[in-house]
């Protein structure tokens, strides 16, 4: 099942701050985020784990928590560079207990604009 | 480091014709995947294989198939084209860490079916 982001847009000016979520109706065992530029191919920015790992990329950040089952991506003190459609996707867990890695379910996506 | 290569970056087609397209996987990645994308929507996972047999399959009809050559760069055929059809194909390339591994995108194939 597609995970569900919000917000659908985010509009900004350069220096402000931004939460992206992404919520899954299944359990999660990790994230993926990604952005995208118009007209090219999705930039892999970061994998969230299950057990709260936050990582970082620039001065972007994620956290994951696993119980509810939701990541959140947090842009601060954006750039112009930041502006894309971020997605966040979820590998395949088998049912033996295994992680397809090559099969991501993909997010509707959520549209950044960062004007000057 | 070369990234992920896709052939042709372009291409049109008329309803029915068949179209091949071409991945070349960044050096050392054993597993390729194939996503479908269509304009305002995420990528959709159509195919992937991992040392040349098919790992995983997504929800496709028979007219999308897909194969992996020794050398591990991949190739997404599609018969009987529709309409439908005209999107974004991705290609994307990982290497094997569990549940770390990260998928490297290719820039794509826009394919356009008139």
Partial sequence: QQPVQSPQAVILREGEDAVINCSSSKALYSVHWYRQKHGEAPVFLMILLKGGEQKGHEKISASFNEKKQQSSLYLTASQLSYSGTYFCGTPHETSAGGTSYGKLTFGQGTILTVHP | ?114
Avoid: M
Avoid at chain 2, 16 to 35: A, E, F, N
């Fill in chain 2, 1 to 114: 480091d070369a990234g992920v290569t896709q052939s042709p970056t372009h291409l049109i087609k008329t309803r029915g014709q068949h179209v091949t397209l071409r991945c070349s996987p960044i050096s050392g990645h054993k597993s390729v995947s194939w996503y479908q994308q269509v304009l305002g929507q995420g990528p959709q996972f159509i195919f992937q294989y991992y040392e040349k047999e098919e790992r995983g399959r997504g929800n496709f009809p028979d007219r999308f198939s897909a194969r992996q050559f020794p050398n591990y760069s991949s190739e997404l055929n599609v018969n009987a084209l529709l309409l439908g059809d005209s999107a974004l194909y991705l290609c994307a390339s990982s290497e094997y860490r569990g549940r770390r591994s990260e998928a490297f995108f290719g820039q794509g194939t826009r394919l356009t079916v008139v």
